[in-house]
């Protein structure tokens, strides 16, 4: 569920939070979320509640610069990856993982995704990983120093 995304940054900021539970059922009907599909996760922050998983990180990265750099450059490269990681390898994985975990892998349309996902999509970025531990961001070297940013506001 894609709330593991949010839970990690939270980790990595260092910042507070607090989960909470939504029932499965009557999600879609009359389910008064601040998720316009119905659908989880949503981030309250104060008397602010953000929806899209993509969004929730980006309004992290600017509570804690652990997830995103002041540079402009850099901020742009996190912005960048983020999308990237939504727009061009999640629109390719999610439809793989529904046919690979509910074992329909015989789907003309399963190898067609796999060379998409990995020929045209992560075959790509493998070049870059041997020379940073982390596409976008100083995230892993601020761990390996043991210094965390401090922890931003209430979440
Ligand atoms: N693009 C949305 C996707 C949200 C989404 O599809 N959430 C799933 C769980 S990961 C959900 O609530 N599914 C329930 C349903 O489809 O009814 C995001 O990144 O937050």
Redesign the pocket.
Known sequence: ??DLRIRWALEEASLPYRVETTPFEG??DGHNTPQP?????WLTDGDLAI????AILLHLGEMSEALMSRDARERTEVTEWVFAA?NSVEMASLPWSIFHFSSQTDTPMFPFLEDFLTIHRLARIEPLLPEREWLAGTLGSRHRDGRRAAPGGPV
């Open positions: 569920v894609r999600r879609k599909f119905g659908h989880v996760p929806f899209e998983s993509g939504l």
